[in-house]
T-cell receptor, first 115, second 116 residues
Framework: TQLLEQSPQFLSIQEGENLTVYCNSS?????LQWYRQEPGEGPVLLVT?????EVKKLKRLTFQFGDARKDSSLHITAAQPGDTGLYLC???????????????FGKGTKLSVIP | EAGVAQSPRYKIIEKRQSVAFWCNPI?????LYWYQQILGQGPKLLIQ????????DSQLPKDRFSAERLKGVDSTLKIQPAKLEDSAVYLC??????????????FGEGSRLTVL
């Protein structure tokens, strides 16, 4: 089983601060996805990273895929209260058959941005 | 475009009772997933359908959980009898792709189950 470990588990910061959250594994992933889940809602895809060393930017969010494709990070610049939520990384795990893989999630980082 | 619809949003039952959750995926999405999300954890896959066939149910507790996807569209997830540890949010997701590399999962709002 390919496990994804996320850190920190909880993070509480003031509005305007910068932060980085991490997603690590001992296994190589062909790609990783980052989702954000707000309270009472389902996860929503933010980005998919595919190439080792890849950097993707989504407004104030910067995603990086490690060179060895075993880890990824999410950096938020000047955090806003609207960034509050559970950030989940996910990657293909066991082969499910029919050309698809189980999507395995980490436990997530719960971010609170205080106004 | 309408999103993934789930019902009910909330359900409270006593242990040993039964419960059923319903999911209507995004129109045209061939792949449907049921995930269980226990408080403080990430979603855990229970079952994956491709059209109306089961692709993966290796983590489904088959002694008490069952799921079906008739006609390859709507799906129901049933728990009978429920245990205290089944208290969780049950998330339904759908995807247009059966192949991982192009697969974005679209999630519903979830059904929160409390077992007393």
């Amino acid at each position: 089983t390919q496990l994804l470990e996320q850190s920190p588990q909880f993070l509480s910061i003031q509005e305007g601060e910068n932060l980085t959250v991490y997603c690590n594994s001992s296994s190589v992933f062909s790609s990783l996805q980052w989702y954000r889940q707000e309270p009472g809602e389902g996860p929503v895809l933010l980005v998919t990273v595919v190439t080792g060393g890849e950097v993707k930017k989504l407004k104030r969010l910067t995603f990086q895929f490690g060179d060895a494709r075993k880890d990824s990070s999410l950096h938020i610049t000047a955090a806003q209260p609207g960034d509050t939520g559970l950030y989940l990384c996910a990657g293909p795990g066991a082969y499910s058959g029919a050309g698809s893989y189980q999507l395995t999630f980490g436990k997530g980082t719960k971010l609170s941005v205080i106004p | 475009e309408a999103g993934v619809a789930q019902s009910p949003r909330y359900k409270i039952i006593e242990k040993r009772q039964s419960v059923a959750f319903w999911c209507n995926p995004i129109s045209g999405h061939a792949t449907l997933y049921w995930y269980q999300q226990i408080l403080g954890q990430g979603p855990k896959l229970l079952i994956q359908f491709q059209n109306n066939g089961v692709v993966d149910d290796s983590q489904l507790p088959k002694d008490r959980f069952s799921a079906e996807r008739l006609k390859g569209v709507d799906s129901t997830l049933k728990i009978q009898p429920a245990k205290l540890e089944d208290s969780a949010v049950y998330l339904c997701a759908s995807s247009a792709a059966g192949v991982w590399d192009t697969g974005e999962l679209f999630f519903g709002e979830g059904s929160r189950l409390t077992v007393l």
